[in-house]
Nanobody, 115 residues
Framework: QAQLKESGGGLVQPGGSLRLSCVAS????????MAWYRQAPGKQRELVAS???????VYTDDVKGRFTISRDDAKNTVYLEMNNLKPEDAAVYSC?????????WGQGTQVTVSS
């Protein structure tokens, strides 16, 4: 059974950093495109960043230069390094795994940016 488990969220001051982790189980991790999405209250869920099996990355414009997505296939883990966080980055961040028609989601982890 596929499972994605996020960790690393929390409260951080503006300008601070957090690293999110997502550990996958029950899937052939190396084949999947992994992504981070976020959803703030009252807003639609949006793609933050993705990384495919060839380590090609895509970022939404809002986070370019501040966030870095990476993956460790040996650990079945995808990371999101978030620097220079802004209040508008606050949201529930969810991990996503996609392989053709197979799509899996984690439960999400809360990121709060506030002084």
């Amino acid at each position: 059974q596929a499972q994605l488990k996020e960790s690393g969220g929390g409260l951080v001051q503006p300008g601070g950093s957090l690293r999110l982790s997502c550990v996958a189980s029950g899937i052939t991790f190396t084949l999947y495109t992994m992504a981070w999405y976020r959803q703030a209250p009252g807003k639609q869920r949006e793609l933050v960043a993705s990384i495919n099996f060839g380590d090609r990355t895509v970022y939404t414009d809002d986070v370019k230069g501040r966030f870095t997505i990476s993956r460790d296939d040996a650990k079945n883990t995808v990371y999101l390094e978030m620097n220079n966080l802004k209040p508008e980055d606050a949201a529930v961040y969810s991990c996503n795994a996609v392989l053709k028609t197979l799509i899996y989601w984690g439960q999400g982890t809360q990121v709060t940016v506030s002084s």
